[in-house]
C-alpha cells in the first residue's frame, strides 16, 4: 500500500500547485501523461508544480493502462476507504508533509479526489489552501476551504453528488476534463486572480500576474 511508504520531505516554495485524484494505478502516484499536459499548461512557476498525484510518492514505475471498468472499481474503493481511520490517518500524514511545505496551496482535485482531500484537511489548512478546483467533484460533502466546484452537462456521475456547481460545461463529460481547454484557462484564470489578490499570503510570482493583466 503506498500510503503506507514514508511521506516525503517537500522543499519549501512560497506556493504550490498540485493534483489529486484517486489512483487508477494504486502502486504508483507517476501522473498519466495526460495529467502531465494539463499541469504543464497552467501558468505557475514550474517549481510550484507538484508532478506526482496524492500521496505524492516518487517512484520510477509508470502507471499501468488498466480497462475504465477496473479503474472505475479502484477509484471506488479508495472514495470508500477515505473515510476509514486506517486510510484517513495514513493519507494525513502525507498531506501534512505537503501542506508544512509552502504558504499558499492550490489543489486541483479530479473525481473523488475531493472526498480523499476531505479526510485529509483539517482546521490548520484554513489560510494554507488557498483555493480548491473540483474537476468532476464526487464527495459526500463540499471541503470547509474555498472551493470550486466544475462539472459538465454530460457528467452524471458528479451530478449525483453535487446538482448544483459552480461552474458548469456544455458537453464536458466526467473523463474529459483535462481534455478541455476551457478548463485548463478556467484554472488560470482563478489561480491568477488569487495570486494577484491581497489574499495571497506572501508577494505573488511576477509572471503569474502579468499573466493576469
Given at each position: 500500500?503506498?500510503?503506507?511508504?514514508?511521506?516525503?520531505?517537500?522543499?519549501?516554495?512560497?506556493?504550490?500547485?498540485?493534483?489529486?485524484?484517486?489512483?487508477?494505478?494504486?502502486?504508483?502516484?507517476?501522473?498519466?501523461?495526460k495529467?502531465?499536459?494539463?499541469?504543464?499548461?497552467?501558468?505557475?512557476?514550474?517549481?510550484?508544480?507538484?508532478?506526482?498525484?496524492?500521496?505524492?510518492?516518487?517512484?520510477t514505475?509508470?502507471?499501468?493502462e488498466?480497462?475504465l471498468?477496473?479503474?472505475?472499481?479502484?477509484?471506488?474503493?479508495?472514495?470508500?476507504?477515505?473515510?476509514?481511520?486506517a486510510?484517513?490517518?495514513?493519507?494525513?500524514?502525507?498531506?501534512?508533509?505537503?501542506?508544512?511545505?509552502?504558504?499558499a496551496?492550490?489543489?486541483?482535485?479530479?473525481?473523488?479526489?475531493l472526498?480523499?482531500?476531505?479526510?485529509?484537511?483539517?482546521?490548520?489548512?484554513?489560510?494554507?489552501?488557498v483555493?480548491?478546483?473540483?474537476?468532476?467533484?464526487v464527495?459526500?460533502?463540499?471541503?470547509n476551504?474555498?472551493?470550486?466546484?466544475?462539472?459538465?452537462?454530460?457528467?452524471?456521475?458528479?451530478?449525483?453528488?453535487?446538482?448544483?456547481?459552480?461552474?458548469?460545461?456544455?458537453?464536458?463529460?466526467h473523463?474529459?476534463?483535462?481534455?478541455?481547454?476551457r478548463?485548463?484557462q478556467?484554472?488560470?484564470?482563478?489561480?491568477?486572480?488569487?495570486?494577484?489578490?491581497?489574499?495571497f499570503?506572501?508577494?505573488?510570482?511576477?509572471?503569474?500576474c502579468?499573466?493576469?493583466?
Open positions: 500500500m503506498i500510503l503506507s511508504e514514508p511521506p516525503v520531505q517537500h522543499p519549501f516554495t512560497t506556493m504550490k500547485v498540485v493534483w489529486l485524484s484517486g489512483l487508477s494505478d494504486p502502486a504508483t502516484c507517476a501522473l498519466s501523461a495529467q502531465e499536459r494539463f499541469l504543464d499548461a497552467l501558468d505557475v512557476p514550474h517549481e510550484s508544480k507538484i508532478y506526482w498525484n496524492f500521496p505524492y510518492v516518487p517512484s514505475q509508470a502507471p499501468r488498466v480497462p471498468w477496473l479503474a472505475s472499481l479502484r477509484n471506488a474503493h479508495q472514495f470508500i476507504s477515505a473515510s476509514r481511520p486510510y484517513r490517518n495514513a493519507a494525513r500524514r502525507h498531506w501534512r508533509a505537503l501542506a508544512d511545505s509552502t504558504d496551496l492550490f489543489v486541483i482535485t479530479g473525481s473523488c479526489g472526498e480523499i482531500l476531505n479526510h485529509c484537511i483539517d482546521e490548520t489548512d484554513a489560510d494554507r489552501i483555493r480548491v478546483i473540483a474537476l468532476g467533484p464527495a459526500r460533502t463540499r471541503p476551504v474555498p472551493c470550486t466546484l466544475v462539472r459538465g452537462t454530460n457528467d452524471p456521475i458528479s451530478k449525483f453528488y453535487f446538482p448544483d456547481c459552480d461552474v458548469v460545461l456544455h458537453g464536458a463529460g473523463m474529459s476534463y483535462l481534455d478541455d481547454p478548463v485548463v478556467l484554472v488560470n484564470q482563478i489561480v491568477s486572480e488569487i495570486v494577484c489578490s491581497n489574499t499570503p506572501s508577494s505573488a510570482p511576477a509572471s503569474i502579468r499573466s493576469a493583466s
